[in-house]
């Protein structure tokens, strides 16, 4: 039964829908810092302007007094005028006091009737600017700015300013743009994200489309091949080239079941019509006993057959067992290539073994290498015609790693078939009509190889002959 958790949304969606959360959060965290910086910014620079505007109309005031005046003489216009100048909603309150703070005129008749005086202690405050108190319980703080009026260093009064801190740093205008610039933002970065993700998402769900296929058994995919991402250049071409190579090894696969089938129903067919003939009469006597002893050879090499290809598939499922001792490496080659030449009729071959020249140790499974050396020295032998030379030689290479090389002076192997000399069931046009066997000895000897911690490798194979590798880690290195 399927659940919430089962179900899939498509890479476009994932990426452009979490970026979207992403962004929009960043991008209120921003707003919110842009919102307090603005404020206190704003606020900072119409404290300064008030500021500046309560010094010059102190100065102004001061110019037109006389110095035996003790308060200020006001033009009454020159209020009004720094309403315009201020070009605020709500314009400060500003009032002119005397020397005792007693208020004798300000901006607004409003505010002469909500403030009669200013405390005298207030006034010479060391700071022009600070916060009003005042009993009001409103959230809002009233910022005060005081300027003295001041002729040849005789304070006759003061220009006093009252502003709420809401008003100072209210302007519409900024957060406008701010949200304006906030919605741009986040509209592009949505935008980039889509066209990125949609971008990278088709080239994948194209892929995801091909894989279907593939596993359909359809391997003519076709897919883009001009792609500026390196990711996805490399995916889309590994894609391919992974096709092209199950189209192939499954075309090779269909040919290897063909020639496996036949590998073992020749022998099948031969030890049918033999014993068939011996059971009619046909054949008595000698003759007869002579049938039954070619059915008995044949079945030999099918059973040899059979048991290389349940040996195999034993040892890929890691169900054939290895077991390490140490040898010495040149008494155990020696014995091995000693064993091999007794069974075989070498008249018009020669075999050369160079050993190493000081005595090394190796930690390995003595029947499994056995096996391996036995395999390409049987290789060796049927790749040569009437005569030839098989050479063993060992070498110990400063990695710590024993190397035998076993060359043979054949006809080599064809270029085009060297890349799959290693692939099970695989069997070279020449060999498939020369030797029985199913294509497993060397895939075989290779997985031997790499159980016992080593590898076996084609050297290089030419028309003078073939050299294959094996490679084993040493114990005393």
């Not at 207030?122 to 319980?137: G, K, N, R, S």
């Not at 192997?413 to 498939?432: M, S, T, W």
């Amino acid at each position: 039964m399927s659940t919430n958790r089962d179900k899939r949304i498509s890479l476009l969606k994932y990426w452009t829908t979490r970026y979207v959360a992403t962004l929009c959060v960043g991008l209120l965290v921003v707003a919110a810092i842009s919102v307090a910086w603005l404020q206190h910014t704003m606020l900072q620079n119409r404290l300064e302007i008030s500021e500046f505007i309560a010094e010059e109309l102190a100065n102004r005031i001061a110019g037109t007094q006389e110095p035996s005046l003790e308060s200020p003489s006001i033009d009454k216009n020159t209020l009004k005028k720094r309403n315009r100048f201020l070009e605020s909603e709500r314009p400060p309150a500003i009032y002119i006091t005397d020397v005792r703070g007693r208020v004798l005129s300000a901006n607004q008749p409003a505010a002469v009737e909500g403030k009669q005086s200013f405390s005298k202690s207030l006034l010479q405050e060391e700071h022009d600017v600070l916060i009003f108190p005042t009993d009001d319980a409103s959230d809002s703080r009233i910022w005060m700015i005081k300027k003295p009026i001041e002729v040849e260093d005789v304070i006759f009064g003061w220009v006093v300013m009252l502003q709420p801190e809401s008003e100072l740093t209210n302007s519409q205008e900024e957060y406008r743009l701010l949200a304006i610039l906030i919605v741009t933002l986040g509209l592009l970065g949505w935008a980039a994200i889509y066209i990125l993700s949609r971008r990278l998402s088709k080239p994948i769900s194209q892929v995801a489309e091909a894989a279907k296929q593939v596993q359909k058994g359809n391997y003519n995919i076709r897919l883009p091949d001009h792609m500026k991402e390196q990711e996805v250049y490399d995916l889309v071409h590994s894609f391919k080239e992974m096709a092209q190579k199950l189209q192939q090894l499954e075309a090779l696969r269909a040919e290897l079941l063909a020639g496996v089938t036949h590998e073992l129903k020749t022998p099948v067919t031969s030890i049918s019509g033999l014993l068939q003939a011996v059971k009619d009469g046909i054949v008595t006597g000698e003759e007869a006993k002579e049938f039954v002893d070619v059915s008995l050879k044949e079945t030999a090499k099918m059973q040899k057959m059979i048991n290389d290809l349940l040996e195999f598939n034993s040892f890929a499922a890691n169900a054939l067992p290895v077991s390490a001792e140490k040898h010495e490496v040149n008494e155990l080659i020696r014995d091995i290539v000693h064993q091999w030449k007794i069974g075989q009729e070498l008249e018009h071959l020669h075999v050369r073994l160079s050993l190493l020249e000081k005595e090394r140790v190796i930690y390995t499974d003595s029947i499994r290498l056995q096996q391996i050396m036995i395999n390409l020295l049987n290789n060796a032998h049927h790749a040569l015609d009437a005569e030839g030379t098989i050479a063993i030689e060992l070498s110990d290479q400063e990695n710590g790693r024993l190397e035998i090389a076993v060359k043979d002076s054949g006809t080599g192997i064809p270029q085009a078939e060297q890349e799959l000399v290693f692939e099970r069931f695989y069997r070279g046009d020449n060999k498939k009509f020369k030797v029985r066997g199913l294509g497993l000895g060397l895939p075989f000897s290779k997985l031997l190889a790499r159980a016992l911690g080593g590898d076996l490798i084609l050297k290089e194979s030419s028309p003078a002959g073939t050299t294959f590798v094996i490679q084993l880690p040493l114990a005393d290195s």
